[in-house]
């Protein structure tokens, strides 16, 4: 006899964020099961607290927020239980951050070398490589990218999820890309797509 | 702008997160300058590889029906739990029940905004003078005695809010009756926060014997207790976008309050109207 407002709501709000949700889990957990249990867990949230959100706001942003904020806590209670660090040996390994700087310094230093000039062809060039180059991110910088590029969130959005300020949120974007632009360049010149004219 | 300034803006223009005067300055170096319009259009290049080439796991069959399944079934336990109670003294009770900045905007409508909070600032220092904290911990049942034995009023619990939490109340008139005022913050915020503001003003009222209109029982998502001839309705009306489980967003304020004026003298005339009959 009552409506249901709330729930027609959540869900109208929720379901074209999603997918994207979904992907942003996993991205966090690099699991997929993990990411299920994760944006199952975010999504009760959410609901529970429909009326801390703003109308008129990112409800996308606000929604991967409490994803990242779920994830924290879950990896605190991970880590309070015994057990080793048996996921680390799973993932590439990781630059780090001076390497990530002076890769920066260099590729801006030397601009472009084409390897990205014609779209198309980049496309056929680059398939999973762009996958292997992106894990070898230091996380923080693969997630502010991809929110940025895949998501589509502004810089600000992206430092109100995960919580740093803007000028980190920009500083890694751009570091990001220069470390996948350089790994592009040298796995095109591997495969004998550069020439080597200098 | 010389080169080294643009390549460091190459990123943002790429994000459009320049403001219009730099991403004119940026458009106009990259015209004349074929190095760094290179830069620009690798990382423009870079930006739709990614698009297309990382990886993101397509969402599990079913994942998305069960989480919403769990939404409406939360849903339906709160709503049919709360409506237990009230149903069955409808016919005897009466009910309204508005956000708080915009009933003391109606009240008053020349009143300046800052002032709406006089009221609900009122509720939240008498708690405060009573437990001697900044960030009182409210004996709600010690609360539901006072409002008893000040207005007559009777609540046998003070209705819940998710993520809400009392944090006091105060009398106040409203269509000539006495009703209660609680003020709820938002229980997530930090204790710390210098300026705590209570974000959900709910009214209680008396009831005078009159039916609620049926129309307004359908736009009411949840009802909390009644005794002693008093109810507490959640309105949530469409044509008002009056929600009371929000913060109080004060922008939303004046547009809503023109709606909310419509609406009242509506009910009120409405009741004339039956009176009178």
């Given at each position: 006899?009552l409506?249901?407002?709330?729930?027609?709501?959540?869900?109208?709000?929720?379901?074209?964020?999603?997918?994207?949700?979904?992907?942003?889990?996993?991205?966090?957990?690099?699991?997929?099961a993990?990411a299920?249990d994760?944006?199952?867990?975010?999504?009760?949230?959410?609901?529970?607290k429909?009326?801390?959100?703003?109308?008129?706001?990112n409800?996308k942003?606000?929604l991967?927020?409490?994803?990242?904020n779920?994830?924290?806590d879950?990896?605190?209670?991970?880590?309070?239980?015994?057990?080793?660090?048996?996921l680390?040996q799973?993932?590439?390994?990781?630059v780090?951050?001076?390497?990530?700087?002076?890769i920066?310094?260099?590729?801006?230093?030397?601009?472009?070398?084409?390897?990205?000039?014609?779209?198309?062809?980049?496309?056929?060039?680059f398939g999973?490589?762009v996958?292997?180059?992106?894990?070898?991110?230091?996380d923080?910088?693969?997630?502010?990218?991809?929110?940025c590029?895949?998501?589509g969130?502004?810089?600000q959005?992206i430092?109100?999820?995960?919580?740093c300020?803007i000028?980190?949120?920009?500083?890694?974007?751009?570091?990001?890309?220069?470390?996948?632009?350089?790994k592009?360049?040298?796995?095109?010149?591997?495969l004998?797509?550069?020439?080597?004219s200098? | 702008?010389r080169?080294e300034?643009?390549?460091?803006?190459?990123?943002?223009?790429?994000?459009?997160?320049?403001?219009?005067a730099?991403?004119d300055?940026?458009?106009?170096?990259?015209?004349?300058?074929?190095?760094?319009?290179?830069?620009?259009?690798e990382?423009?290049?870079?930006?739709?590889?990614?698009?297309?080439?990382?990886?993101?796991?397509?969402?599990?069959?079913?994942l998305?029906s069960?989480?919403?399944?769990?939404?409406?079934?939360?849903?339906?336990?709160?709503?049919?739990?709360?409506?237990?109670?009230g149903?069955t003294?409808?016919?005897?009770?009466v009910l309204?029940?508005i956000?708080?900045?915009?009933?003391?905007s109606l009240?008053?409508?020349?009143?300046p905004s800052?002032?709406?909070?006089?009221?609900?600032?009122?509720?939240?220092?008498?708690y405060?003078s009573?437990s001697?904290?900044t960030?009182?911990?409210?004996?709600?049942?010690?609360?539901?005695?006072?409002?008893?034995?000040?207005?007559g009023?009777?609540?046998?619990?003070?209705?819940?809010?998710?993520?809400?939490?009392?944090?006091?109340?105060?009398?106040?008139?409203?269509?000539?009756?006495?009703?209660?005022?609680?003020?709820?913050?938002?229980?997530?915020?930090?204790?710390?926060?210098?300026?705590?503001?209570p974000?959900?003003?709910?009214f209680?009222?008396?009831?005078?014997?009159?039916?609620?209109?049926?129309?307004?029982?359908?736009?009411?998502?949840?009802?909390f207790?009644?005794k002693?001839?008093?109810t507490?309705?959640?309105?949530?009306?469409?044509?008002?976008?009056?929600?009371?489980?929000?913060?109080?967003?004060r922008?939303?304020?004046a547009k809503?309050?023109?709606s909310?004026?419509?609406?009242?003298?509506?009910?009120?005339?409405?009741?004339?109207?039956?009176?009178?009959?």
């Amino acid at each position: 006899m009552l409506r249901k407002p709330t729930a027609q709501l959540f869900e109208g709000l929720i379901s074209p964020h999603l997918e994207a949700a979904y992907g942003f889990a996993f991205q966090l957990t690099r699991n997929e099961a993990d990411a299920e249990d994760l944006l199952q867990d975010a999504c009760q949230q959410a609901f529970a607290k429909l009326h801390l959100f703003k109308k008129g706001t990112n409800f996308k942003a606000w929604l991967f927020r409490i994803l990242r904020n779920l994830h924290i806590d879950h990896l605190r209670r991970k880590r309070r239980e015994p057990g080793p660090e048996e996921l680390s040996q799973h993932y590439p390994v990781k630059v780090d951050d001076d390497a990530l700087e002076r890769i920066h310094a260099e590729v801006r230093l030397r601009g472009s070398k084409g390897v990205l000039d014609n779209e198309a062809s980049c496309y056929d060039l680059f398939g999973d490589e762009v996958n292997r180059f992106l894990s070898e991110l230091p996380d923080e910088f693969r997630v502010a990218l991809l929110l940025c590029d895949l998501d589509g969130l502004s810089y600000q959005e992206i430092s109100d999820i995960v919580g740093c300020p803007i000028g980190t949120v920009r500083s890694r974007i751009s570091r990001a890309r220069s470390f996948l632009k350089e790994k592009l360049y040298q796995y095109a010149r591997g495969l004998g797509y550069v020439k080597e004219s200098e | 702008m010389r080169c080294e300034d643009v390549l460091d803006l190459v990123d943002e223009l790429v994000d459009a997160e320049l403001d219009d005067a730099r991403r004119d300055a940026v458009r106009a170096h990259l015209d004349g300058c074929a190095a760094c319009e290179a830069v620009y259009r690798e990382s423009t290049h870079l930006k739709r590889l990614l698009q297309r080439r990382a990886f993101r796991p397509p969402l599990p069959g079913g994942l998305a029906s069960r989480i919403l399944a769990r939404a409406r079934r939360a849903d339906e336990e709160s709503l049919s739990s709360r409506f237990r109670t009230g149903v069955t003294g409808l016919a005897a009770a009466v009910l309204a029940f508005i956000t708080g900045w915009m009933f003391l905007s109606l009240l008053n409508p020349t009143m300046p905004s800052l002032a709406h909070a006089t009221v609900v600032h009122e509720a939240v220092r008498r708690y405060e003078s009573l437990s001697g904290a900044t960030n009182p911990v409210v004996d709600t049942a010690a609360a539901l005695r006072e409002i008893r034995e000040a207005t007559g009023i009777q609540l046998d619990a003070v209705p819940e809010i998710s993520g809400a939490r009392l944090v006091g109340w105060s009398q106040d008139r409203f269509l000539d009756r006495t009703c209660v005022c609680l003020a709820y913050e938002d229980a997530l915020a930090k204790s710390d926060e210098r300026e705590r503001r209570p974000e959900i003003v709910i009214f209680a009222l008396p009831s005078d014997g009159s039916d609620v209109p049926s129309d307004d029982l359908h736009a009411c998502v949840s009802c909390f207790e009644i005794k002693g001839g008093s109810t507490v309705f959640c309105f949530r009306q469409p044509s008002l976008s009056l929600n009371l489980v929000t913060t109080i967003d004060r922008t939303e304020m004046a547009k809503r309050l023109e709606s909310l004026k419509s609406y009242l003298n509506d009910l009120k005339e409405r009741s004339a109207t039956e009176t009178v009959r």
